[in-house]
């Protein structure tokens, strides 16, 4: 089992910044992903950024750009670093942990994010 304990959600005028942090615990071993998705009202939830074990990122086009994210594979945790923020970004965002080895999937709570025009 691995628990993920997200942070650093809030409200922010446009153009402002957040950072999410997610922090990994349990059994984690082997390579895996880590990553944020979001899921606006009446939306599907979307893949936003992730990163693997090793360095790799991938982000949504819509973010390419404005968002960076980042880990500590040391601490087990990873970042989002979001820059420029818009209204259309506001979502609830969910950390998400992928075992390659175990293919296993976890996430966290959510955390609110709010961008007002």
């Known amino acids: 089992q691995v628990q993920l304990v997200e942070s650093g959600g809030g409200l922010v005028q446009a153009g402002g910044s957040l950072r999410l942090s997610c922090a990994a615990s349990?059994?984690?071993?082997?390579?895996?992903?880590m990553g944020w998705y979001r899921q606006a009202p009446g939306k599907q939830r979307e893949l936003v950024a992730r990163?693997?074990?090793?360095?790799?990122?991938n982000y949504a086009d819509s973010v390419k750009g404005r968002f960076t994210i980042s880990r500590d594979n040391a601490k087990n945790t990873v970042y989002l670093q979001m820059n420029s923020l818009k209204p259309e970004d506001t979502a609830v965002y969910y950390c998400n942990f992928f075992g390659v080895l175990s293919q296993s999937d976890y996430w966290g709570q959510g955390t609110q994010v709010t961008v007002s025009s």
């Open positions: 990163i693997s074990s090793g360095g790799s990122a």
């Open positions: 349990g059994s984690i071993f082997g390579a895996n992903w």
